[in-house]
């Protein structure tokens, strides 16, 4: 029943994220040796959310809407949210003026206090989006209304029934994993377009090579070709990245994650002259040789 074969992995990962929950509640309190790997799979969670909205894992109608249940309560949101401020925004707009998650915001250059602000303020943009896809949804099909209502339902549901069992473990449980997600999720988007080139056609998008990363995270870190194909399949876009990676500007494509992180935010502000890549004049010459 499910479309794609690698989508196994996927739902190998939203069952060990639900077990872990459940045998962590029943404990009575957290584990330190299940809880970093809890958290840690809640990131990966927001990831499949992410793809599941892309490709639909399962051919059944039901079960996609099952499985964004499933993702919802460990993500933070419900998944159907994507669809107004990622598939119909930002795909569009693509960290263009109209993107209401564009980075950075409110500040006009990069730093530290951009990224962390950029998650509260990318989530508050970004409810004018979904609001006005639920109207639409009213005006012109009631039974996609209902079905994206429901998760709504089902996951403020779940978090006032968690809640009121014991608060306090479902504040450690749920409620932190999932903001914690959230954040990550809005934070590996700041990083694959801040400072690169929003009007070029290759190198509008940051990539992060790292086999880790890319075998936890569902191949996330390919982020241009993901543009590119929007509808592909997330296990196929290693070799789309593999075929159009000589297009894209070596400072777009990233070893390591974390060697980035701390690179932008901990160390450039520290060197005297390090600055942002200059991408513009290479975006242009790439871009002219290909339409040539």
């Known amino acids: 029943m499910l479309r794609h074969s690698a989508d196994w992995r996927s739902v190998l990962y939203l069952g060990v994220v639900t077990s872990l929950g459940t045998v962590q509640w029943n404990l009575g309190a957290w584990n330190p040796a299940l809880y970093a790997p809890y958290l840690g799979l809640f990131v990966a969670v927001a990831v499949i959310s992410h793809n599941h909205n892309h490709v639909s894992m399962w051919r059944s109608r039901t079960l996609n809407l099952i499985t964004n249940y499933v993702i919802s309560i460990h ?13 119909q925004n930002h795909h569009k707009f693509n960290n263009r003026e109209g993107d209401t998650g564009r980075s950075p915001a409110v500040f006009r250059k990069n730093h530290l206090l951009a990224l962390l602000i950029y998650p509260t303020v990318t989530g508050i943009r970004q409810q004018a989006d979904v609001s006005r896809f639920f ?16 998760e709504y339902v089902v996951f403020f549901g779940f978090l006032a029934a968690v809640l009121w ?11 932190l994993p999932q903001q914690f997600a959230l954040f990550m999720i809005q934070v590996f988007n700041y990083v694959q377009h801040v400072e690169a080139d929003a009007e070029s056609a290759w190198n509008h998008s940051r990539n992060f090579e790292s086999p880790m990363l890319n075998a ?9 070709v993901h543009h590119l194909k929007p509808g592909l399949h997330w296990s196929l876009t290693p070799a789309l990245h593999a075929e159009h990676a000589p297009k894209i500007h070596s400072e777009l494509r990233v070893r390591s994650w974390w060697g980035y992180m701390a690179w932008t935010f901990l160390l450039r502000p520290l060197v005297p002259g390090a600055q942002a890549p200059s991408l513009a004049e290479a975006s242009s010459k790439v871009d002219a040789s290909l339409a040539a």
């Open 165 to 175: 069992l014991d608060w306090r473990r479902a504040l450690v449980l749920y409620v």
């Open 75 to 87: 993500y933070g949101h419900p998944a159907i949210a994507w669809v107004p401020t990622h598939n």
């Open 135 to 150: 109207r639409d949804l009213w005006a012109r099909d009631r039974r996609g209304f209902f079905a994206a209502a429901s």
């Open 216 to 224: 936890l995270l569902f191949n996330n870190g390919y982020h241009t």
